[in-house]
């Protein structure tokens, strides 16, 4: 399976919300591990491609600025 599309600035929605309550991540770094800042409490992480993938549930466009 060919790797997902992401750039940066795109929402993800994954599968287990995040301690805070949170479902939806901003994409803020791409490369062998994808940096993800979460949306309610700013909170940021880095998930290895593989993981990222597998964790995903959707992709939206852009965050709004």
Same mark, same amino acid.
């Given at each position: 399976?060919?790797? #997902?599309? #992401?750039? *940066?600035?795109? *929402? +993800?929605?994954? @599968?287990?919300?995040?301690? &805070? !309550?949170? /479902?939806?991540?901003? #994409?803020?770094? *791409? !490369? +062998?591990? *994808? !940096?993800?800042? &979460? /949306?309610? &409490? !700013? @909170? $940021?992480?880095? /998930?290895?491609?593989?993981?990222?993938?597998? $964790? /995903?549930?959707?992709?939206?466009? $852009? +965050? #709004?600025?």
């Amino acid at each position: 399976m060919p790797p #997902v599309s #992401v750039k *940066i600035g795109d *929402i +993800a929605t994954m @599968r287990k919300p995040h301690p &805070c !309550g949170s /479902l939806d991540w901003e #994409v803020t770094r *791409i !490369g +062998a591990d *994808i !940096g993800l800042k &979460c /949306l309610k &409490c !700013g @909170r $940021r992480v880095m /998930l290895p491609r593989d993981e990222f993938e597998r $964790r /995903l549930k959707s992709l939206k466009g $852009r +965050a #709004v600025d």
